[in-house]
């Protein structure tokens, strides 16, 4: 990975250097800037890297300014020593904003935070088209961060995703509840909707998860999912049209 460092103080970039060595030893630092008028030319004559630890407060001007003056187009992580400019970082869509003295565990959590990002970008898709011809994109795997780590779940080997107390969870077929960092709404999108349904505003369920249905009053149905859950959903009444057609293949 190829990294440059924007920092004015010597004594900092060496240490923020060695600390880059000792999380990801491959990572090579190709640059080394302290102005804003120095960065600018550079990222203008030069490909971007694979990640730029940019200093907030530069010999002559902040990590904004620079931003101003250049594009960058690749993952940033700012180092300051201030932490009122944490609102500016996120506008400029920053990996991570680390407060000095960096710790290790710091830049390493920054680092991994990288690594899953360019997982989800670079994750294989499904392509399906659409009634009006375009070509719609469906998520084959999610990545699941499990405290400080990190697996990758197939979307085939989930039953059903549910929102319960605020939090959204997918539920594998083998009875497992793995955290999404999507609420239902946004997974709605997500998957392939010839194999996934919204039956209501807490379920949002595969096809390979009904064990068994039963109607119930004004026409709606009870389902009864796979893995079991303590009240099998209702689908609700505005849904039920709709959930029929899903059934027989003929929604869409």
């Known amino acids: ?3 440059v460092i924007i920092e ?3 004594p900092a970039k060496e240490r923020l250097e060695q600390l880059l060595m000792s999380v990801m030893p491959s990572a090579r630092v190709i640059a080394h800037h302290d102005t804003v008028t120095g960065a600018s030319k550079w990222f203008s004559a030069n490909p971007f890297p694979d990640l730029v630890l940019l200093d907030v ?4 001007g902040t990590a904004f300014d620079l931003l101003d003056m250049v594009k960058i187009n690749c993952p940033i992580i700012f180092t300051t020593a201030y932490s009122k400019f944490a609102l500016n970082a996120f506008k ?3 990996i991570d904003y680390l407060l000095k003295p960096i710790k ?3 830049l390493e959590q920054a680092l991994l935070k990288l690594k899953e990002f360019k997982e989800i970008l670079t994750e294989p898709i499904t392509l399906n088209r659409n009634t009006t011809g375009q070509v719609t994109e469906y998520k084959k795997r999610f990545i ?4 400080e780590h990190i697996k990758t779940l197939a979307v085939e080997n989930i039953s059903y995703f549910l929102s319960e107390n605020k939090n959204t969870f997918a539920r594998t077929f083998d009875g497992l509840n793995y955290p999404m960092d999507h609420n239902l709404d946004a997974l709605e999108l997500m998957v392939d909707p010839q194999h996934f349904f919204r039956i209501n505003r ?6 390979k998860s009904i064990k068994e249905m039963k109607v119930y009053t004004k026409s709606r149905v009870i ?4 893995p079991t859950v303590k009240v099998p959903p209702i689908v609700s009444s505005e849904r039920s049209a709709d959930f029929k057609l899903w059934l027989a293949g003929e929604l869409g």
Not at 57 to 60: F, I, T
């Open 1 to 3: 990975m190829n990294v």
């Open 8 to 10: 004015d103080e010597l």
């Open 57 to 60: 407060q530069l010999a002559d």
């Open 92 to 94: 400029a869509k920053s």
């Open 104 to 106: 290790h565990a710091e």
């Open 144 to 147: 699941i961060r499990l405290g």
């Open 202 to 207: 807490q379920f949002l369920i595969s096809l």
């Open 223 to 226: 389902v009864k999912l796979d």
